[in-house]
């Protein structure tokens, strides 16, 4: 979402939620969500793991502004 829209949130993890559940435990749970709704600031996690192994930085498969 470029843009907050709290109807559009609810009905994603609506439909995320019993798909990704059950699970052993609420970490696991979320780790499967997190797999297909990306975090704001993945890429510079990633970046910064790449950086350190001495490997290039990965442009942002989700964020138009990286």
Same mark, same amino acid.
């Given at each position: 979402?470029?843009?907050?829209?709290?109807?559009?949130?609810?009905a994603?993890?609506? $439909?995320? @939620? #019993?798909?990704?559940?059950?699970?052993?435990?609420? =970490?696991?749970?979320?780790?499967?969500? +997190? $797999?297909? @709704? #990306?975090?704001?600031?993945?890429?510079?996690?990633? =970046?910064?793991?790449?950086?350190?192994? +001495?490997?290039?930085?990965?442009?942002?498969?989700?964020?138009?502004?990286?």
């Amino acid at each position: 979402m470029k843009t907050l829209s709290e109807m559009d949130l609810l009905a994603a993890l609506d $439909r995320l @939620i #019993p798909a990704y559940s059950p699970g052993p435990d609420f =970490a696991a749970v979320a780790a499967r969500m +997190g $797999r297909v @709704i #990306p975090w704001e600031y993945d890429f510079k996690f990633d =970046a910064q793991l790449n950086r350190t192994a +001495g490997l290039p930085d990965l442009r942002s498969f989700w964020h138009d502004n990286a």
